[in-house]
C-alpha cells in the first residue's frame, strides 16, 4: 500500500448562546459539553504523544467557556443546580424534570442505576412535568441535580481524579455541600480546557485553527443570492443585501482572538458548516489564513462529478481527494483540503454500534484499501486522508464516551508502517 497521511480535524464548536442584554443563558451545552468532550478530548490526545491531530476551536465556543471561569457567568441548568431543593420554586420544578435528563439515555443514563431510577420516575411521554413533581422527594431532586451534571463528566476525570470517582461511587444521598463540591469542580475543569490545548500546541502535537468568530455561513453573508447555486428550488428572502465587510470582520476577529488567546495566529481555518464560495477567498487569505478545509462534495461538485463516488460508494479518481488543492480569487490564494464524507461519518454515525475493537479494525482496514487504491497514482507525496468532524457531538452515543474506541484507534495508527498521524500544518509545509 501507499503510505497514508491521517489528518484528525476535530471541531469543537457552539454558537453564543448567552442573551448579552437581558444577561441571561438559556443552554447549559458549552458547561456539560466543556466537562466532557472538549477538555476529555484533549485528555485522550495528551494521553498517546505520538498522535498528531488537528483541533478548530470556534471563537464564539471559547468566550463562553471564558465566561464560566473568569467572569462568574452562570446558564439556568447551573443557577438551578446549585439552589437547595427547598428553595425551587414551581416552575424551576417543571424545568428540572423537563432538562435534566438532557443526554442519551442509553449510554449516560440507563448505566447509572440511580440516575436511570429517576429517568424512569419521571415518566416521559406518560406525564407532563408538573404532574410528575408530586413523585419526587428533596432527596430525590438534590441526586438530580448531581447527575444531571455528573454524566457529563468525561471517562477520564474519573480515571484521574479519585475523590471524583469516588463521589460517583457514592451513587445517591448526597449532600448540598457535596454537590457544591461537584460544581466547583465542574468549573475548574472548564478551566483547565484552554491551557490544556495550549500545551498539546506549543508541544507540536496539535495544530489549532479557527472558524468565523460566531460561526456564521460565510457564503449567506458575502451574496444570499448564492443559497440557489446549492439549492436551485430555494425561495429567496426579499431583502439580499450583501454584507462583506462583515465577512471580513468575523474573520478578522477570529484570528486576532486566536492570536490573543494562544500567542499565535492560526494557520488554518474550517469555515462554519465547511460552507464556501469564490468570493470569500481572499477575505480569508487577507487575514493570514493559509487553508481552509471543506467536505468532498465540494469538491465533487466543482470538478462535475470528476471526483465522486459511484453508486456502491466507490470513488472516481480517489488520488483527487486524498491530496491538497490551491484556490485562487483576485489575485489571492489559499491551500484546501477535503474531508473524507464516509470516513468521517463512520466515525459520526456508524461506530457507536461496533465493539471498540471491531471499530478500530474496520477504520484501519479502510485507511489500507485507500492507500491500496491511490498507490499508482499519488505520485511522491503520502495519501492525505482528511476526517473532519465535530468533536463533541458524537460522543455521547458511544459506549464509555467513545474512549475504548478512540484510545484503540490512536494507538493503531502510531505503531501501523504505512500509516502516519499529521497535523494539517505540517503535512502542507512539506508537500
Known amino acids: 500500500m501507499h503510505d497514508v497521511c491521517l489528518a484528525f480535524f476535530w471541531h469543537q464548536h457552539q454558537p453564543y448562546y448567552p442573551d448579552d442584554v437581558a444577561g441571561e443563558n438559556p443552554m447549559p451545552w458549552v458547561r456539560l459539553h466543556g466537562t466532557k468532550d472538549y477538555w476529555g478530548m484533549a485528555m485522550l490526545l495528551a494521553e498517546t504523544p505520538e498522535m498528531r491531530a488537528t483541533v478548530n476551536l470556534v471563537p464564539s465556543l471559547l468566550v463562553q467557556i471564558q465566561a464560566y471561569t473568569d467572569r462568574g457567568h452562570e446558564d439556568r441548568h447551573l443557577r438551578l443546580s446549585h439552589l437547595p431543593p427547598d428553595g425551587l420554586e414551581e416552575d424551576d420544578l417543571e424545568y428540572l424534570l423537563d432538562n435534566f435528563f438532557m443526554a442519551h439515555a442509553e449510554q449516560m443514563i ?3 442505576p440511580r440516575y436511570h431510577e429517576l429517568y424512569q420516575k419521571r415518566g416521559f411521554g406518560i406525564d407532563t412535568a408538573a404532574k410528575a413533581t408530586r413523585r419526587f422527594s428533596k432527596r430525590d431532586l438534590l ?12 471517562p477520564l476525570a474519573f480515571e484521574r481524579d479519585k475523590d471524583l470517582a469516588e463521589f460517583r461511587n457514592k451513587g445517591s444521598r448526597w449532600t448540598q455541600d457535596e454537590k457544591e463540591w461537584l460544581l466547583a469542580r465542574q468549573l475548574e475543569l472548564l478551566a483547565e480546557i484552554v491551557p490544556l490545548h495550549r500545551k498539546l500546541h506549543d508541544r507540536g502535537q496539535i495544530e489549532l485553527t479557527t472558524t468565523p468568530f460566531y460561526h456564521p455561513i460565510l457564503p449567506l453573508l458575502w451574496d444570499k443570492r448564492l443559497a440557489q447555486r446549492a439549492m436551485p428550488e430555494v425561495a429567496l428572502p426579499r431583502a439580499l443585501a450583501s454584507y462583506p465587510d462583515d465577512v471580513q470582520r468575523q474573520i478578522d476577529d477570529a484570528v486576532e482572538y486566536h492570536r490573543r488567546l494562544f500567542g499565535k495566529p492560526p494557520c488554518g481555518m474550517w469555515p462554519s458548516e465547511g460552507s464556501v464560495c469564490q468570493g470569500i477567498i481572499p477575505a480569508i487569505a487577507k487575514a493570514g489564513i493559509q487553508w481552509i478545509a471543506t467536505d468532498e462534495e465540494i469538491l465533487s461538485c466543482s470538478t462535475n462529478g470528476w471526483v465522486s463516488r459511484d453508486s456502491n460508494g466507490y470513488l472516481r479518481n480517489p488520488e483527487m481527494l486524498y491530496r ?4 485562487e480569487e483576485a489575485g489571492r490564494s489559499l491551500q484546501i483540503i477535503f474531508r473524507d464524507h464516509a470516513m468521517s461519518d463512520q466515525i459520526g454515525f456508524h461506530y457507536q454500534r461496533f465493539a471498540a475493537h471491531h471499530a478500530v479494525d474496520d477504520f484501519i482496514g479502510r485507511l ?8 499508482g497514482n499519488a505520485g511522491h507525496r503520502p495519501t492525505l486522508v482528511s476526517i473532519v468532524l465535530d468533536g463533541e457531538n458524537c460522543w455521547e452515543y458511544y459506549p464509555n464516551s467513545g474512549v475504548d474506541f478512540l484510545r484503540g484507534l490512536y494507538r493503531r495508527v502510531v505503531s501501523h508502517p504505512h ?5 494539517v500544518c505540517d503535512y502542507l509545509e512539506k508537500y
Open 368 to 375: 489500507e484499501a485507500i492507500g491500496g487504491a491511490t498507490s
Open 419 to 423: 500509516i502516519t498521524p499529521v497535523r
Open 110 to 112: 440507563r448505566p447509572f
Open 324 to 327: 491538497p488543492w490551491r484556490i
Open 143 to 154: 441526586d438530580l441535580q448531581c447527575w444531571s451534571n455528573l454524566a457529563w463528566f468525561h
